[in-house]
Structure formats: C-alpha cells, structure tokens
C-alpha cells in the first residue's frame, strides 16, 4: 500500500505567487517525521523543511512552510513568492522509528514557475 | 549541513560487467547509509540500508546478489551492479547519517549499461 501520495503530478504557478503541493501519508506509528526535498534536472536531493510528528507549531524555513494536519494525516508544503529557481521535481517522504528510520518517498510533484 | 559524495558521477558500462559506486561521508561519521534507485520521472525507490560492520538489509523485491553493499567503515559503502544489463540504467543515489542525526543525500551516479 502506497505510504505517501502526491496527488498532483503536475503543477503550474505563476512567478510571485503562492503554491500549495500536496502530500498525504499512513502511519500507525506515533513517532514519525515528514520531509520535503527539492530535486532540479541535476539530479540532486534538496533538503527544504522538516516536521516531527510531536511538534506543536507547523515547521517553517524562510520561503517554505508546511501545513501539517495530523488527524488528517495531511503534511502539503506552501512555496510563497515563487520564483524562477522554483521549478523542480518536489518529494514528500515521511521516516518511522518501527522503521529503523528509514526515509521514504512519495511519486513526486512536478512544478513549473511561469514568469 | 553535512557532505556526502558519491564517485563517479556518471558511468556508462557494457552489458554484462560490474560496477562499483562509492558514497562516503566527507565530514562525519555515517553509522547508516542508505542507497536508492531513480528511474526517470519517477521516485525514489529505497534498494537497502546499511550499518557499519553488518550486512545490508535490502527491500524487498530487490536482488542481493545483484546488488551488492558493503559498508565497511564509518565513512565509506559501496554498491556493486554485478552484471548489470540495460534494465539496471538508472540514478543511484545514496544518503547517509550518524546516530540521532538528519540523513544527507549524495549527488547520485547515472548509470547507463550499454
């Protein structure tokens, strides 16, 4: 059963503006923590925000926030301002401790920041 | 955040030989590394987890004796594609992180088997 879903394998924003992607996850497991990376064309692996599953507050990194809603097991990240540089392949990956901590990924999120 | 290098970054192969591909941790102490397969447009598939000194613990559907990882220092592991075929072309990534520490990723290698 697939842990993570990215319901939107593509998305378009306009420059400046504001974009949500989504990403949801299963877990029965009350120790978790939910990851967003950035991958560009070159291939490599952006770490962007992270948010533990006992953090009270929604995590925030600069231009980057994360919606999380637990009930709903609902972790989507909030790009504001977009910007060029913004175009990329977004994964949601989630890591469990019953899982020796391993990290895994959701199918991606494709955006395209149009000027 | 910490430095993770993978070597080579690209390699392009004749069907049938192996390659090896290294992924150390330039500036700390990796007591688990992790190595995943990409194919285009797609994912990131986790192939299998290693702890220093110990065996891999690899995913299920993925052939250990295809695939082979070893992890024997704190600091280096390395994947083996032994016979690799055309079917074996993708993006190898590796990450790696000390206890209680947050995983970094490597660049990746590409794979092309010709």
């Known amino acids: 059963a697939q842990k993570i879903t990215q319901t939107q394998p593509g998305m378009f924003v306009q420059e400046k503006e504001a974009v949500t992607l989504d990403c949801t996850y299963d877990?029965?497991?009350?120790?978790?923590?939910l990851f967003w990376y950035k991958q560009p064309s070159s291939g490599e692996m952006i770490f962007l925000i992270y948010?533990?599953?006992?953090?009270?507050q929604n995590a925030t990194e600069g231009r980057y926030s994360l919606n999380f809603q637990k009930a709903r097991k609902s972790a989507n990240l909030v790009i504001s301002a977009s910007q060029l540089g913004d175009s990329a392949m977004y994964f949601c990956?989630?890591?469990?401790?019953?899982?020796?901590?391993?990290?895994?990924f959701g199918p991606g999120t494709s955006l395209s920041v149009i000027p | 955040g910490a430095v993770v290098s993978q070597h080579p970054s690209w390699v392009i192969c004749k069907s049938g030989t192996s390659v090896k591909i290294e992924c150390r941790s330039l500036?700390?102490?990796?007591?688990?590394m992790f190595w995943y397969r990409q194919f285009p447009k797609q994912s990131l598939m986790l192939m299998a987890t290693?702890?220093?000194?110990?065996?891999?613990?690899?995913e299920q559907g993925v052939e250990k004796d295809k695939f082979l990882i070893n992890h024997a220092s704190l600091t280096l592991s390395t994947l083996t594609v032994t016979s690799a075929h055309p079917e074996d072309s993708s993006f190898y990534i590796c990450?790696?992180?000390?206890?209680?520490?947050?995983?970094?990723f490597g660049p990746g290698t590409r794979l092309t088997v010709l």
């Open positions: 990450s790696a992180r000390s206890l209680g520490s947050e995983q970094f």
């Open positions: 877990t029965s497991d009350p120790s978790y923590g």
């Open positions: 948010q533990g599953s006992y953090d009270q």
């Open positions: 990956a989630m890591r469990e401790k019953t899982s020796y901590d391993k990290v895994i």
């Open positions: 500036d700390f102490q990796a007591t688990t």
């Open positions: 290693s702890n220093e000194g110990s065996k891999a613990t690899y």
